[in-house]
């Protein structure tokens, strides 16, 4: 668990100890706090320890305003001061990292074996995939669904980077959450890529065997920067910037782009499976 916290000194690291700071001056234990701000101990706990941050909202309306903690709005400055810093900060560092090389990336390649990645998912599809998570709680969920959405934004910005897909075909058709929301989830890939500066592509089920197997991917390219690559464990993200990694994870996507279908045969798969989860039953 040592990895997900943020490195001595981050701004995660300092607002969290200032609000441990502030709580014991106050003469609040852990649980008194988290009953006045309506969270969980272990929430609070993360924050001090500097395993996650919140989100401005819960700063402004439940922590800094506490009953019984004398901040005086100290919380919510030192929040703003560092605010690039602590956004996406209720994600295990690995993932702020994450977002920080999509923010300067120019393009992306993702391949995606097992569920649509979270930079193309809508809220619902991501609020079911984090409830699975043990011991997550419902707030922790909902400011994880929060911050996801977030990193969707480089999408619609002037210049987004060119992002390449490829998924597995079973990920379309894998029940996550209801029917109702699968349907929602594909009808938004079929629409990601609509975008001229979006691809995705399928690799059918009957494939078989294939280089993906082994595991979801992503490689990221920013102009001028040699190219970075992020791994997904069962344990955690993974980076990868060394360029024999980066070159490994290249080769591994040019034979998936040669096992995927064409962008035609691809969205003939995508509004295939969009139609099984909009048939009724």
């Given at each position: 668990?040592?990895?997900?916290?943020?490195?001595?000194?981050?701004?995660?690291?300092?607002?969290?100890?200032?609000?441990?700071?502030?709580?014991?001056?106050?003469?609040?234990?852990?649980?008194?706090?988290?009953?006045?701000?309506?969270?969980?101990?272990?929430?609070?706990?993360?924050?001090?320890?500097?395993?996650?941050?919140?989100v401005?909202?819960?700063?402004?309306?439940?922590?800094?305003?506490?009953?019984?903690?004398?901040?005086?709005?100290?919380?919510?400055?030192?929040?703003?001061?560092?605010?690039?810093?602590?956004?996406?900060?209720?994600?295990?560092?690995?993932?702020?990292?994450?977002?920080?090389?999509?923010?300067?990336?120019?393009?992306?390649?993702?391949?995606?074996?097992?569920?649509?990645?979270?930079?193309?998912?809508?809220?619902?599809?991501?609020r079911?995939?984090?409830?699975?998570?043990?011991?997550?709680?419902?707030?922790?969920?909902?400011?994880?669904?929060?911050?996801?959405?977030?990193?969707?934004?480089?999408?619609?910005?002037?210049?987004?980077?060119?992002?390449?897909?490829?998924?597995?075909?079973?990920?379309?058709?894998?029940?996550?959450?209801?029917?109702?929301?699968?349907?929602?989830?594909?009808?938004?890939?079929?629409?990601?890529?609509?975008?001229p500066?979006?691809?995705?592509?399928?690799?059918?089920?009957?494939?078989?065997?294939?280089?993906?197997?082994?595991g979801?991917?992503?490689?990221?390219?920013?102009?001028?920067?040699?190219?970075?690559?992020?791994?997904?464990?069962a344990?955690?993200?993974?980076?990868?910037?060394?360029?024999?990694?980066?070159?490994?994870?290249?080769?591994?996507w040019?034979?998936?782009?040669?096992?995927?279908?064409?962008w035609?045969?691809?969205?003939?798969?995508?509004?295939?499976?969009?139609?099984?989860?909009?048939?009724?039953?």
């Open positions: 668990m040592s990895s997900d916290r943020a490195p001595k000194g981050h701004p995660r690291i300092v607002w969290g100890e200032m609000l441990r700071h502030i709580r014991e001056a106050s003469g609040l234990s852990r649980e008194e706090l988290a009953a006045a701000a309506n969270l969980s101990p272990s929430t609070i706990r993360a924050y001090e320890d500097g395993w996650r941050a919140p401005r909202e819960t700063v402004e309306r439940q922590i800094d305003p506490a009953p019984g903690l004398r901040s005086h709005g100290v919380l919510l400055k030192l929040w703003d001061e560092f605010e690039e810093a602590m956004n996406y900060g209720s994600f295990p560092a690995f993932i702020a990292d994450l977002a920080d090389k999509e923010r300067e990336a120019t393009a992306i390649r993702w391949y995606a074996p097992l569920m649509v990645p979270g930079i193309v998912q809508t809220a619902d599809y991501a079911a995939i984090l409830s699975a998570t043990f011991g997550i709680t419902a707030e922790e969920v909902e400011q994880q669904v929060t911050e996801r959405l977030q990193r969707q934004d480089i999408l619609t910005r002037d210049k987004p980077p060119e992002l390449r897909m490829i998924l597995d075909e079973p990920v379309l058709h894998k029940l996550i959450g209801s029917r109702e929301v699968m349907a929602e989830q594909v009808r938004r890939l079929i629409e990601a890529a609509e975008s500066t979006t691809t995705i592509l399928v690799i059918p089920s009957g494939t078989g065997a294939h280089e993906g197997l082994s979801e991917f992503q490689v990221m390219e920013t102009d001028g920067q040699p190219g970075f690559a992020f791994l997904e464990t344990i955690g993200g993974q980076p990868l910037p060394e360029a024999d990694n980066v070159a490994l994870l290249n080769r591994k040019a034979t998936l782009s040669g096992e995927a279908t064409s035609r045969a691809s969205k003939a798969l995508l509004e295939e499976a969009y139609n099984r989860w909009t048939r009724a039953t």
